[in-house]
Protein backbone atom coordinates (compact mmCIF):
# COMPACT_ATOMS: atom_id res chain seq x y z
CA UNK A 1 0.00 0.00 0.00
CA UNK A 2 2.32 2.45 0.89
CA UNK A 3 4.74 3.41 -2.09
CA UNK A 4 1.97 4.75 -4.20
CA UNK A 5 0.64 8.29 -4.22
CA UNK A 6 -2.75 6.97 -4.49
CA UNK A 7 -3.00 5.00 -1.39
CA UNK A 8 -2.08 6.70 2.21
CA UNK A 9 0.97 5.55 3.54
CA UNK A 10 0.70 3.23 6.68
CA UNK A 11 0.95 6.55 9.27
CA UNK A 12 -1.64 8.45 7.04
CA UNK A 13 -4.20 5.10 7.21
CA UNK A 14 -3.63 4.98 10.73
CA UNK A 15 -4.60 8.64 11.62
CA UNK A 16 -7.78 8.44 9.43
CA UNK A 17 -8.76 5.36 10.55
CA UNK A 18 -8.06 6.44 14.08
CA UNK A 19 -10.12 9.78 13.26
CA UNK A 20 -13.10 8.28 11.55
CA UNK A 21 -13.17 5.44 14.64
CA UNK A 22 -13.67 7.71 17.06
CA UNK A 23 -16.08 9.85 15.44
CA UNK A 24 -18.09 6.56 14.81
CA UNK A 25 -17.74 5.82 18.63
CA UNK A 26 -18.54 9.18 19.63
CA UNK A 27 -21.47 10.54 18.04
CA UNK A 28 -23.98 8.07 18.67
CA UNK A 29 -23.12 8.08 22.39
CA UNK A 30 -24.02 11.89 22.55
CA UNK A 31 -26.82 11.86 20.52
CA UNK A 32 -28.24 9.25 22.36
CA UNK A 33 -27.42 10.69 25.74
CA UNK A 34 -29.04 13.99 24.71
CA UNK A 35 -32.11 12.07 23.35
CA UNK A 36 -32.42 9.37 26.47
CA UNK A 37 -32.03 12.81 29.14
CA UNK A 38 -33.72 16.07 27.30
CA UNK A 39 -35.79 14.18 24.42
CA UNK A 40 -33.96 16.54 21.74
CA UNK A 41 -31.88 15.21 18.74
CA UNK A 42 -28.70 16.31 17.44
CA UNK A 43 -30.28 18.69 15.43
CA UNK A 44 -33.06 20.12 17.77
CA UNK A 45 -29.51 20.93 19.95
CA UNK A 46 -28.21 22.59 17.30
CA UNK A 47 -31.36 24.90 16.15
CA UNK A 48 -31.94 25.65 19.87
CA UNK A 49 -28.46 26.37 20.76
CA UNK A 50 -28.04 28.67 17.70
CA UNK A 51 -31.23 30.52 18.56
CA UNK A 52 -30.64 31.02 22.30
CA UNK A 53 -27.62 32.76 21.42
CA UNK A 54 -29.08 35.00 18.44
CA UNK A 55 -30.03 38.52 18.61
CA UNK A 56 -33.84 38.45 20.21
CA UNK A 57 -33.80 34.59 19.85
CA UNK A 58 -34.32 34.42 16.34
CA UNK A 59 -32.72 33.76 12.92
CA UNK A 60 -33.82 33.36 9.60
CA UNK A 61 -33.75 30.05 8.07
CA UNK A 62 -30.59 30.56 5.78
CA UNK A 63 -29.00 31.68 9.26
CA UNK A 64 -29.76 28.45 10.84
CA UNK A 65 -28.76 26.35 7.77
CA UNK A 66 -25.38 27.55 8.40
CA UNK A 67 -25.34 26.74 11.42
CA UNK A 68 -26.47 23.22 10.85
CA UNK A 69 -25.48 22.46 7.30
CA UNK A 70 -28.73 21.31 6.54
CA UNK A 71 -29.38 21.43 3.38
CA UNK A 72 -32.78 23.58 2.46
CA UNK A 73 -35.22 20.83 2.15
CA UNK A 74 -34.16 18.92 5.29
CA UNK A 75 -34.24 22.24 7.41
CA UNK A 76 -37.40 22.88 6.24
CA UNK A 77 -38.85 19.55 7.42
CA UNK A 78 -37.35 19.61 10.75
CA UNK A 79 -38.06 22.88 11.72
CA UNK A 80 -42.17 22.24 11.11
CA UNK A 81 -41.48 19.34 12.96
CA UNK A 82 -39.70 21.59 15.79
CA UNK A 83 -43.11 24.19 15.27
CA UNK A 84 -45.26 21.08 15.61
CA UNK A 85 -43.77 21.03 18.92
CA UNK A 86 -44.11 24.22 20.13
CA UNK A 87 -39.95 24.96 20.34
CA UNK A 88 -40.23 27.31 17.55
CA UNK A 89 -42.41 29.96 15.97
CA UNK A 90 -42.31 30.95 12.33
CA UNK A 91 -42.58 34.52 11.69
CA UNK A 92 -43.16 37.32 8.90
CA UNK A 93 -39.49 38.58 8.58
CA UNK A 94 -39.88 42.60 8.56
CA UNK A 95 -37.09 42.78 6.20
CA UNK A 96 -38.97 40.99 3.87
CA UNK A 97 -42.04 40.13 2.51
CA UNK A 98 -41.43 36.71 1.37
CA UNK A 99 -38.96 36.11 4.48
CA UNK A 100 -39.36 34.12 7.66
CA UNK A 101 -37.87 34.23 10.99
CA UNK A 102 -37.81 31.17 13.45
CA UNK A 103 -38.21 32.05 16.81
CA UNK A 104 -37.29 30.39 19.79
CA UNK A 105 -40.93 29.66 22.35
CA UNK A 106 -40.28 30.03 25.66
CA UNK A 107 -41.00 26.12 25.71
CA UNK A 108 -37.96 25.92 23.56
CA UNK A 109 -36.20 28.37 25.12
CA UNK A 110 -36.85 25.96 29.00
CA UNK A 111 -35.25 22.75 26.92
CA UNK A 112 -32.00 23.98 25.62
CA UNK A 113 -31.92 25.85 29.47
CA UNK A 114 -32.43 22.40 30.47
CA UNK A 115 -30.01 20.93 27.62
CA UNK A 116 -27.07 22.29 28.22
CA UNK A 117 -25.66 21.19 31.30
CA UNK A 118 -26.55 17.82 30.32
CA UNK A 119 -24.07 18.15 26.74
CA UNK A 120 -21.49 19.66 28.99
CA UNK A 121 -21.74 16.41 31.29
CA UNK A 122 -21.86 14.65 28.29
CA UNK A 123 -18.79 16.40 26.75
CA UNK A 124 -16.75 16.17 30.14
CA UNK A 125 -17.32 12.17 30.94
CA UNK A 126 -16.74 11.59 26.82
CA UNK A 127 -14.31 13.84 25.54
CA UNK A 128 -12.56 15.69 28.43
CA UNK A 129 -11.85 13.15 31.20
CA UNK A 130 -10.51 10.32 29.01
CA UNK A 131 -7.48 13.20 28.30
CA UNK A 132 -4.62 14.59 30.04
CA UNK A 133 -4.20 18.55 30.14
CA UNK A 134 -1.79 18.20 26.96
CA UNK A 135 -3.58 15.85 25.33
CA UNK A 136 -6.48 18.77 25.42
CA UNK A 137 -4.19 21.34 24.16
CA UNK A 138 -3.52 18.79 21.04
CA UNK A 139 -7.27 18.37 20.76
CA UNK A 140 -8.07 21.58 20.55
CA UNK A 141 -4.98 23.20 18.05
CA UNK A 142 -5.60 20.64 16.14
CA UNK A 143 -9.57 20.88 15.75
CA UNK A 144 -8.86 24.51 15.19
CA UNK A 145 -6.60 24.05 12.41
CA UNK A 146 -8.81 21.19 10.44
CA UNK A 147 -11.86 24.22 10.92
CA UNK A 148 -9.71 26.61 10.09
CA UNK A 149 -8.41 24.52 6.38
CA UNK A 150 -12.13 23.52 5.62
CA UNK A 151 -13.83 27.18 6.11
CA UNK A 152 -10.58 28.25 3.84
CA UNK A 153 -11.60 25.39 1.44
CA UNK A 154 -15.28 26.51 1.47
CA UNK A 155 -14.75 30.18 0.00
CA UNK A 156 -12.66 28.21 -3.50
CA UNK A 157 -14.22 26.31 -6.07
CA UNK A 158 -12.54 22.65 -6.72
CA UNK A 159 -10.90 25.28 -9.93
CA UNK A 160 -9.57 26.91 -7.09
CA UNK A 161 -11.75 30.47 -8.23
CA UNK A 162 -13.74 32.26 -5.25
CA UNK A 163 -16.80 30.66 -4.79
CA UNK A 164 -19.34 32.73 -6.23
CA UNK A 165 -17.00 33.64 -9.27
CA UNK A 166 -18.36 33.20 -12.85
CA UNK A 167 -16.63 31.04 -15.13
Avoid at 101 to 111: D, Q, Y
Wanted: hydrophobic share 40%.
Amino acid sequence: MSGTSDWLDDDEDRAWNAFFEMQVLFWPRMARRLQQETGLSEPDFAILSALVRAPDAQLRPFELSGVTQFEKSRLHHHLTRMVGRGLLTRERCPDSSRGAMIALTPEGRAAITEAFPRRAAHIRQLLIEPLDAGRIDALTSISEALADHLRAEDVTLDDGRPAGAEG
